[in-house]
């Protein structure tokens, strides 16, 4: 257990607790030995701790925020033509945004402890109630259970085709994600992707037959809800993101993943088919619909 801790004479010390008796504990602060400290001289008692779900729930509305008002903005100029409204970009912005920050928010809150005040002199019984649920030992086991990450890293390479499209193209392409561990069975955060070839078009004017080559972009946020069978873990996987395709408009996915360790040293393979529809384009240039395959790994901390 990481704690801080101030003395009645105005001394702080900062370590881990290595023991505890009934009216003492030993603190062991760095390379020096480990300090005796009596429980009554104990002014003020702080653990170091993280939290996934407040950190959440500040970057969900942070993002929402600054997500509706960046959107509105960029659309402010197009509802002058009628092609779209401020106040459905200001929706999707926040949705978009909140997603994007609750991932940012959620991972910030894991991976950077704050001190947390579990005991202050006057407060009667909380001090005996840290006796009463003392550090236990930790275990001895070599290897560390999937719960004990906090946050992961993942690329893959993956092919990208249009459906429901009178041209329909195929592209290479890839994705990044970075995603807060939350528990055992969900992940939440934010992803890339890119993709070759898609929303290409050949196009006839004046008789001549030209080729207009585009390409998919997306920026969004992830969340994964997975289970565990054996070595095997499944799960369902659903975004919402920003895609520059034809034209730039929101976007949702919906898929499923397979994550396979095959070697016990190394990162899993994990294999991933998603669908990507659009929520809202330009009427002159509707953008496909789009199905990615992926295979890629990724590491955890």
């Given at each position: 257990m990481q704690v801080r801790i101030g003395l009645d004479g105005g001394q702080r010390h900062a370590g881990e607790v290595v023991r505890l008796l009934p009216d003492s504990l030993w603190l062991r602060t760095g390379s020096e030995p480990a300090l005796n400290l009596l429980l009554g001289?104990?002014?003020?008692?702080?653990?170091?701790?993280?939290s996934a779900e407040e950190g959440a729930v500040v970057g969900f509305g942070v993002g929402g925020l600054a997500g509706g008002i960046f959107l509105a903005v960029l659309c402010s100029e197009a509802e002058e033509s009628g092609e779209t409204s401020v106040g459905g970009c200001a929706s999707i912005g926040s949705l978009l945004g909140g997603l994007l920050g609750a991932g940012a928010g959620a991972l910030i809150g894991l991976l950077v402890p704050h001190w947390s005040t579990l005991y202050e002199k006057g407060d009667p019984g909380a001090l005996p109630l840290l006796l009463g649920e003392g550090p236990r030992p930790a275990p001895r086991e070599p290897e560390v259970s999937r719960q004990h990450f906090v946050g992961e890293v993942g690329a893959a390479l993956g092919?990208?085709?249009?459906?429901?499209?009178?041209?329909?193209?195929?592209?290479?392409g890839g994705r990044l994600h970075l995603l807060a561990l939350l528990g055992s069975h969900a992940a939440l955060g934010p992803e890339?992707?890119?993709?070759?070839?898609?929303g290409s078009r050949t196009e006839v004017s004046n008789g001549q037959t030209s080729r207009v080559s585009r390409s998919l972009?997306?920026?969004?946020?992830?969340?994964?809800?997975?289970?565990?069978?054996g070595p095997t873990r499944v799960s369902f996987l659903a975004g919402l993101a920003f895609y520059n395709n034809q034209s730039g408009h929101a976007g949702?996915?919906?898929?499923?993943?397979?994550?396979?360790?095959?070697?016990?040293?190394?990162p899993p393979l994990a294999l991933d088919v998603r669908y990507h529809v659009n929520l809202e384009g330009e009427p002159a240039h509707p953008d496909p619909n789009v199905l990615t395959l992926g295979i890629g790994s990724r590491l955890r901390w």
């Open positions: 001289d104990v002014q003020r008692l702080e653990v170091r701790k993280r092919l990208a085709q249009e459906r429901g499209s009178a041209q329909s193209n195929q592209g290479w890339a992707a890119w993709y070759s070839t898609i972009f997306q920026l969004g946020g992830l969340l994964r809800l997975g289970t565990e069978f949702a996915s919906v898929g499923g993943e397979m994550e396979l360790p095959f070697w016990k040293d190394l």
